[in-house]
Nanobody, 125 residues
Framework: QVQLVESGGGMVQDGGSLRLSCVASGLTLVNARMGWFRQAPGQEREFVVVETRSGGGDTYYTDSVKGRFTFSRDNAENAVYLQMNNLKSEDTAVYYC?????????????????WGLGTQVTVSS
């Protein structure tokens, strides 16, 4: 029923750019709170960027991608995007788009409602 499909991953050199897309079906994203997470080999899954309000309006990025990655959404396409510029080898990971529920500021934990299957991003030196 609900499906999130990521695309746009690939292999690039240091300094290269990629644009990730996440298209949802079975769910309207207009009033959803969305985010992108990533998981590198042997690492825990970490957040890349999250919307801080349902339906968008503001975003919060992890420090390592600030100034390089840009989140956007297109409600007409029922999609969200992640523009990644000046990619570095440490950005290598599987990237996932997620639909987020409640955020608990006491534990700094997100509630994850839906996950995409992920798209691989590989940055070579």
């Amino acid at each position: 029923q609900v499906q999130l499909v990521e695309s746009g991953g690939g292999m690039v050199q240091d300094g290269g750019s990629l644009r990730l897309s996440c298209v949802a079906s079975g769910l309207t994203l207009v009033n959803a709170r969305m985010g992108w997470f990533r998981q590198a080999p042997g690492q825990e899954r970490e957040f890349v960027v999250v919307e801080t309000r349902s339906g968008g309006g503001d975003t919060y990025y992890t420090d390592s991608v600030k100034g390089r990655f840009t989140f956007s959404r297109d409600n007409a396409e029922n999609a969200v995007y992640l523009q990644m510029n000046n990619l570095k080898s440490e950005d290598t990971a599987v990237y996932y788009c997620v639909v987020l529920g409640e955020f608990d500021p006491a534990t700094v934990r997100e509630e994850f409602l839906y996950w995409g299957l992920g798209t691989q991003v590989t940055v070579s030196s």
